[in-house]
């Protein structure tokens, strides 16, 4: 996994709320949020989930983005890795 300097999406498009679903425990989380200096952003929130949670969403491999727009609908998912296929996924939502 590298090693981001900085969480460059969560500050480019700061009115966009992110959340990371993780099989990991709540401290385990918190450590990543350390480790990657993620804290201290409003918009960005890592979760523990249950595999049920990932069933329900259709989460077979890593990463998995959804695009879910204000009203709760998923208008978009995808298996990307780079900044600029992240963007091209959360444009759907606007």
């Known amino acids: 996994m590298r090693n981001p ?5 969560v500050e480019i498009e700061s009115d966009i ?8 425990s709540i401290d385990e989380n918190n450590e990543f949020q350390k480790e990657f200096n993620l ?7 890592i979760l523990s989930a249950t595999p049920e949670i990932f069933e329900e969403y259709s989460i077979i491999g890593t990463p998995t983005f959804v ?3 204000g009203k709760g609908v998923i208008v978009g998912t995808g298996s990307v890795g780079t900044l600029k ?3 091209e996924l959360t444009n759907e939502i606007r």
Request: net charge negative; aromatic share 8%.
């Open 39 to 45: 804290i201290g952003h409003g918009n960005l929130h």
């Open 17 to 24: 709320q992110v959340f990371t679903l993780s099989v990991n």
């Open 67 to 69: 695009a879910i727009d």
């Open 5 to 9: 300097k900085e969480p460059q999406f």
């Open 85 to 87: 296929q992240i963007v």
